[in-house]
């Protein structure tokens, strides 16, 4: 089994609210730890972006259940490759609110991977996406807000 990664993009459907993302995140975690998969969310009202990491069966197995949830839409993968190393190997799923982050250093962080300070997933490379989930991730181990803080221990 080789480690591998996995970048998607999707539209949450219109229903989609704060408690259902919080019974989301508690179920995904609890199983991405038994399975040893690793990695990270990033939502906002009109996009999700998710990096899996793990065993490529297991990931593969995961995004054909992901991609039949009724909670999103418009899945779009960005990419699917061998890793050499886990880049989110403390989270069983970091989860991040793009909307709840500080609206400069968003921007900022927006302009640095894409063409413009909008968190639009749809229109990035692979490369640019996980440049910016690593920058959110560094966000998140360096932050004390408990609601964005879930990692896998
Ligand atoms: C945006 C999004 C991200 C998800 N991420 C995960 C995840 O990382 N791990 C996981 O087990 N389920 C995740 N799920 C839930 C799966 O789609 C699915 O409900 C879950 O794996 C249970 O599948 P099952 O009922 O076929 O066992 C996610 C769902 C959505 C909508």
Do not use: C
Not at 39 to 66: D, K, P
Not at 105 to 132: E, I, K, W
């Amino acid at each position: 089994m080789r480690l591998a990664r996995l970048i998607y993009t999707s539209r949450p459907t219109s229903h989609f609210g704060i408690s259902e993302m919080v019974d989301l995140l508690e179920k995904a975690q609890h199983s991405n730890q038994r399975n040893d998969i690793t990695g990270m969310l990033a939502f906002s009202n009109t996009g999700f972006l998710q990096v899996l990491e793990g065993s490529s069966e297991r990931v593969n197995a995961l995004y054909h259940r992901i991609a039949i949830d009724p909670r999103h839409h418009q899945l779009s993968l960005i990419a699917f490759s061998e890793a050499s190393e886990r880049e989110f190997a403390d989270w069983s799923m970091a989860a991040l609110d793009v909307v709840g982050l500080d609206a400069s250093r968003r921007a900022a962080t927006l302009l640095q991977y894409g063409t413009s300070a909008v968190f639009d997933p749809f229109n990035m490379s692979a490369s640019s996406a996980l440049g910016l989930m690593v920058a959110w991730r560094t966000e998140l181990a360096t932050s004390s807000t408990s609601q964005s803080r879930t990692s896998a221990s």
